[in-house]
């Protein structure tokens, strides 16, 4: 089975400060992908990376930044935390083959004050 | 631009009431459709992919069918247990990567 881990489930942070949100998986996949979920918005795709130091901006990536030092880990930065950053954040990865799904974490429940 | 369009919004039923949810979606290059359910709290989880036209996929009380411009999540004799959020999802290839676009989901709730 394929395993998405979050560093933290939640996360309490002023405004302001660098934020780092760590993602680690499993499975060897080539394909990682940070996401904010957010009601009624739905999934918003931030960053994704297709490849060691790789990265791609997303729909969302004002405010934040990646590194994907090593195949099975992605981070997500918030060089300058605000408010509105306020969020579920959800790290996925998949299989570069066609037709496969993503797998998720459990995700990180970000709060900035 | 691709669109996935999800409907009801959310959906109270009794038990043993059977519906169907709807994923209406374009997309230019289909590269599979994809049906998640989320618990509150947690990330999505996969439940089936869905490749051409015509094709169906069954797990327990949830039947997935796919056409051209939508798909449905029926479920039958659902339980309270299949209280979820259920997350529809099209994939493309942009940027020369498979990236999805989700669409906002459907919030059941099933009352015993």
């Known amino acids: 089975d394929v395993k998405v881990t979050q560093s933290s489930r939640y996360l309490v942070k002023r405004t302001g400060e660098k934020v780092f949100l760590e993602c680690v998986q499993d499975?060897?996949?080539?394909?990682m992908f940070w996401y904010r979920q957010d009601p009624g918005l739905g999934l918003r795709l931030i960053y994704f990376?297709?490849?060691?130091?790789?990265?791609e901006k997303g729909d969302i990536p004002e405010g934040y930044s990646v590194s994907r030092e090593k195949k099975e880990r992605f981070s997500l930065i918030l060089e300058s935390a605000s408010t509105n950053q306020t969020s579920m954040y959800l790290c996925?990865?998949?299989?570069?083959?066609?037709?496969?799904?993503?797998?998720f974490g459990d995700g990180t429940r970000l709060s900035i004050l | 631009e691709d669109q996935v369009t999800q409907s009801p919004e959310a959906l109270r039923l009794q038990e043993g009431e059977s519906s169907s949810l709807n994923c209406s979606y374009t997309?230019?290059?289909?590269?599979?459709l994809f049906w998640y359910r989320q618990d509150p709290g947690k990330g999505p989880e996969f439940l089936f992919t869905?490749?051409?036209a015509g094709e169906e996929k069954e797990k327990e009380r949830l039947k997935a069918t796919l056409t051209k411009k939508e798909s449905f999540l029926h479920i039958t004799a659902p339980k309270p247990e299949d209280s979820a959020t259920y997350l529809c999802?099209?994939?493309?290839?942009?940027?020369?990567?498979?990236?999805?676009?989700f669409g906002r989901g459907t919030s059941l709730i099933v009352h015993p």
């Open positions: 996925a990865s998949s299989s570069p083959r066609g037709h496969q799904p993503q797998h």
């Open positions: 499975m060897d996949h080539e394909n």
């Open positions: 990376s297709y490849d060691v130091k790789m990265k």
């Open positions: 997309v230019s290059g289909l590269r599979g």
């Open positions: 869905l490749y051409s």
């Open positions: 999802a099209v994939q493309a290839i942009k940027r020369g990567s498979y990236i999805p676009t």
